[in-house]
């Protein structure tokens, strides 16, 4: 049935429909004037396409070990130490925090941790809140220490901003789902970052209204892990922080905050890390290889919450400033 | 959920050399370009460009942006007329397309700022300004028609100083504010959820100002009503400074906080609302008064974090808002 094999495969919606058998073979043979014998064939057919091939457990273990390897850096090491190793294609990784503890700070060092690697890496910077900033990308890039390696070794600020893409004006879920979906066709990023999502999905949640919305979050996450998983993509999403019960606190630093948007998210992210705020009048100053002295504002990151394998419970306290991160031993 | 005629030809991933062209044979929103061919286009343009750029546009979606074609947009800013505060807030003023908070105690300034900018987002662009109309949404009954007239006047005369001749009078200035009185939160949200109605009758519109977004939301509100609704209202705000280019400002009250890092007993004066705000802005800006003179202090900030560190002295004379004549130094 070779010939078969030729033939223009069915779009999408088609296929599913003839999985399921809710396609009428009459109709179907006429518009596509195959016969019902060739019908069947091409049902087999997309069984086999879409079906799941088992794996064994040896599988898995290697693969698990050749994960490892590939794991990137979000761009300062004790974070990455707190992640086990870097961030982990194919997983999502929540940061969640109060404002300005350094969320969206984090994410700008991820994306240029990630094009710095080589010249082929692009990012893709999803932001819903209109509060990113490309001159600051750039700054981060020719000031920061982090990156100084890659200067040295003939980064060019230009090639740099050519491979991160910043998508603007994802205000709503549904501009979120068409941006996702698009990604299909695009070009392959290595590292998508989405700022933040309760600022898309916290208007919709609320304590009178039904599960309508929960659903909602949960069948964009799974969209979003397919590609993930499929393209080998990494995930890291920002978000914000709602009012926790006194007696609810998970996190050892934040009295009474917690991640927002529920319980429900809790099972849809792999990590979660959350940054809080020391105290403010603790300021230390960075001395950076450019000579610039940097002031910084002591914060914490712990892991709050991780399905795989990691300590919970672990956490760095660094110091953030304007170009720079440094630990307590670094400044002056 | 967005008007397809405000959407500027800038924001499409188009070279900037090719937007000139396109704007100087006429096409400057996205509705003009939905009509045109790729042959009339590639007059202008090489007909690959054409296609490309037909191809974004009938997607209906805005494609993301690298940071390069980002960098080269010429944004506008509003200028307060205080060059500290101009530079705290990204270098010539309130930029266009971002959210800003003041806030501060009663009667440190903020409904003159607010004053202040609705009067100067009408500058005229052969001086630099961005040449716009300035929605001024008052919650407070704060907006004295008198003491707008005498800013007015101000800002007449010093624009005087530095060109001659401008056709900026006090009619023009006064007839391009558009005032809104808001007796309660849910007139609030719903004039906000409107407002994309009232921006495409008066596309000139460049600012709102809401004076101020916290008084009628700590009334008798449940907290998560509360969260909900400013939540939404946050959305809806994101979404219009972005697809109208305009930007938003908003004045925030103070409140008491008690405990936080220095103790259970210690109070710290912050801006109401909690955090909800805080994701929603770009920048934020305190205003606060020490040994009698004014202070602005930059504690949030998306495109200068470098300058969250230090303080500003401003005044406030008959004229409006303007730098202090003196030398101060910066305080923290």
Known sequence: MSNINQTKSPRVPEELKVLFGEVNVGKYCKRHSVTPEEFQTIRCQVIERNKVLPKNGLDMLNELKARDSRRLSIGYANIDELLGGGLQPGDITEISGESTTGKTRLCYSALLSITCLNKENTALFIDTKNGSCANYIRTLFLESDQFADARERGMDVDSISDRIHIQKGCVYEDDLLNVIEDLNLQFQQKLIVIDSISSVFSPLLGYNIDHYPYSRITIFIRTLRNLAKKYNITILITNSVQYARPYDHKSVFSINKKPALGQTWTYLTDTTLFLSLGDDSDQRVYINRQGCEILGVPRICEVLRSRKNLVVGRYCTFYMGYTEFFPEFAAI | ?????????????????????????????????????????????????????????????????????????????IPTFCNGIDKLLGGKGVTLGKIVEFCGIPGIGKTQMGIQLSINV??????????????????????????????????????????????????????????????????????????????????MVKLIVIDSIAFHFRTELDLSVRTRVLQMIAQKLE????????????????????????????????????????????????????????????????????LQITSVQFQIIKDGIRDCPLPSDPGQ
């Open chain 2, 1 to 77: 959920m967005r008007d397809a005629r405000s959407i500027l030809l800038v924001k499409l991933n188009i070279k900037p050399g090719q937007i000139k062209k396109l704007h100087d044979a006429g096409y400057k929103f996205l509705e003009d370009l939905k009509e045109a061919s790729p042959l009339s286009l590639s007059k202008g343009v090489s007909v690959q460009e054409a296609l490309s750029i037909i191809r974004q546009i009938k997607n209906d979606k805005l494609p993301s942006a690298s940071l390069t074609s980002i960098i080269k947009r010429e944004t506008y800013a």
């Open chain 2, 122 to 203: 009408q500058i005229p662009r052969n001086l630099f300004g961005p040449e716009g109309e300035a929605v001024y949404i008052d919650t407070e009954g704060s907006f004295i028609i008198q003491r707008v007239a005498e800013i007015a006047n101000g800002t007449i005369a010093r624009l005087n100083e530095t060109v001659e001749g401008s056709p900026f009078n006090l009619e023009t200035i006064l007839s391009r504010i558009y005032y809104f009185r808001i007796h309660d939160y849910i007139q609030l949200n719903a004039l906000i959820k409107n407002m994309d109605e009232f921006l495409n009758e008066h596309p």
């Open chain 2, 239 to 306: 979404d219009i400074a972005e697809s109208f280019e305009l930007a938003v400002v908003l004045m925030n009250q103070m409140t008491t906080k008690f405990g936080g890092n220095s103790g259970p007993d210690n109070t710290t004066l912050t801006p109401a609302l909690g955090d909800v705000l805080s994701e929603a802005c770009s920048d934020r800006v305190l205003l606060f008064r020490r040994d009698e003179e004014r202070f602005a202090h930059l504690f949030k900030s998306a495109t200068k974090p470098e």
